[in-house]
């Protein structure tokens, strides 16, 4: 079962505009972490942010966790043709091995 | 790149058949995930492995086993293939348990 649901599940922006996407789970967690997938191959990992922490930059992108709501977003500022991907929320409950629980995914598309 | 290294990249196996995939964790990282991802759905987990030993197990039936090596690199066994088995092989490596997972390009396999 899918612990995680990201929203929206597509997603078409121009280029430079910002994205968002949101991720809400089920259960509580030790950590949640953003991948990005180009076309089928494998994942890329964007950022992890723990239970105890808020938020997080990493360059263009910015996460937020609110473990009270169990959810979190990801935001993209000055999105790019080549952030053209599925991105992917995955929770880590820390229990009987770090297993990631993922979500379906958006699919984000920036038009040039 | 992450330094997850997976062969083979693509296999076609037929139904019935055993396969085997390997898995390459980056260097300094002794815990490695595999998780199975269908068409158009996000990675289901499928195992983990530390320090050689089973540490988790997603919802797969017993013909799904797996392996980790003293290098820390792993395999992933599945018998009497099923159709349903056409899916995209993930392995993910991370340095710890709980820590972020690296994932390798995958390996896509079709079974007929």
């Known amino acids: 079962s899918q612990q995680g649901e990201e929203d929206p599940q597509a997603l078409s922006i121009q280029e430079g505009e910002n994205a968002t996407m949101n991720c809400s789970y089920k259960?509580?967690?030790?950590?949640l972490q953003w991948y990005r997938q180009n076309s089928g191959r494998g994942l890329v990992h964007l950022i992890l942010i723990r239970s105890n922490e808020r938020e997080k930059h990493s360059g263009r992108l910015r996460v937020t966790l609110d473990t009270s709501k169990k959810s979190s977003s990801l935001l993209i500022t000055a999105s790019r043709a080549a952030d053209t991907a599925s991105y992917f929320c995955?929770?880590?409950?820390?229990?009987?091995?770090?297993?990631?629980?993922f979500g379906e995914g958006t699919q984000l598309t920036v038009n040039p | 790149e992450t330094g997850v290294t997976q062969s083979p990249t693509h296999l076609i196996k037929t139904r019935g058949q055993q396969v085997t995939l390997r898995c390459s964790s980056q260097s300094g990282h002794n815990t490695v995930s595999w998780y199975q991802q269908a068409l158009g759905q996000g990675p289901q987990f499928i195992f983990q492995?530390?320090?050689?030993?089973?540490?988790g197990r997603g919802n797969f039936p017993p013909r799904f086993s797996g392996l980790q090596f003293p290098n820390y690199s792993s395999e992933l066994n599945v018998n009497a293939l099923e159709l349903d088995d056409s899916a995209l092989y993930l392995c993910?490596?991370?340095?710890?348990?709980?820590?972020?997972?690296?994932f390798g390009p995958g390996t896509r396999l079709t079974v007929l």
């Open positions: 492995y530390y320090r050689e030993e089973e540490n």
């Open positions: 995955a929770t880590d409950r820390g229990t009987s091995g770090s297993r990631l629980t």
């Open positions: 993910a490596s991370s340095r710890a348990i709980g820590d972020e997972q690296f």
């Open positions: 259960t509580s967690i030790n950590n």
